[in-house]
């Protein structure tokens, strides 16, 4: 796509990336501690305590989409190939 700002065109993309997240609030739910409680130290404790297990802890990381805008100036050769050599 090209968008012009003050008379200079650009061309836009846009990327989906996933983006890895985990979900702290279901396991505070699940272990019924507070989300403050589970911070890395916390979560530490819990594996060496015994009370959850790094295999248990996958089931909480999960993909979200994520999309990205980049903008570029735009060169002759892309005003050419969207245009159709109309200039």
Known sequence: MIAYKE???YVLTVSQKPSR???KAQLA???EMTQKELDFIGIAELV???QITSKKLDKYYYDEPNQKLKARRAN???IELIFGGRS
């Open 7 to 9: 008379n200079t065109p």
């Open 21 to 23: 997240k985990f979900d």
């Open 29 to 31: 739910t699940d272990m």
């Open 48 to 50: 060496e305590e015994g």
């Open 76 to 78: 002759k050769k892309d």
